[in-house]
């Protein structure tokens, strides 16, 4: 059963109520201090200091020029099939005995459930690690896409 509250004790109920009053006392303060008070001292605040004088230019509005759009990127060549890699494809037969004897699949295998070990992890490294033969071995066993080659397809990766 959860604990209720007392009128007493409850503060939001009188937070509104409060709120207002506080409001109004302060609203009436100031409007006392300013009814009765209206001179700061008396003094006068003047600043003088030198004028600065500057003239108006007219500014003439830019043109932006007309520039041709850039070219558009060069089409991707998609090879398609040849007429001599259709015509070795055989297609088998499609007719169903329907009186024919299927014999069932054999059973699935039972996979034996491998538990794994967590990994261990290493916080600090002697030497760092480098690739075997080198940065141009990496390099050697690269191979640019024929596809893009052909379309003229440059850049990083």
Do not use: C, H, W
């Not at 003047?46 to 007309?66: A, Y």
């Not at 169903?96 to 794994?116: F, G, L, Q, R, T």
């Amino acid at each position: 059963m959860p604990l209720r509250k007392t009128k007493k004790a409850d503060l939001m109920a009188k937070y509104r109520r409060v709120f207002e009053i506080s409001l109004i006392t302060s609203l009436v303060l100031m409007i006392v201090a300013f009814k009765f008070f209206p001179d700061f001292g008396g003094k006068e605040v003047k600043i003088e200091g030198p004028q600065e004088l500057f003239t108006v230019e007219d500014i003439q509005q830019t043109k932006q020029e007309n520039r041709p759009p850039p070219p558009p990127k060069p089409p991707i060549p998609i090879e398609a099939p040849s007429d001599e890699v259709l015509e070795d494809i055989e297609i088998g037969e499609t007719e169903i005995d329907i009186n024919a004897n299927v014999e069932a699949p054999p059973p699935p295998k039972e996979d034996k459930k491998i538990v794994e070990e967590e990994p261990q992890y290493f916080v600090a490294v002697e030497e760092m690690p480098e690739p075997i033969g080198g940065i141009q071995a990496i390099q050697s066993k690269i191979v640019y896409p024929e596809i893009a080659k052909r379309a003229g397809v440059e850049g990083k990766v």
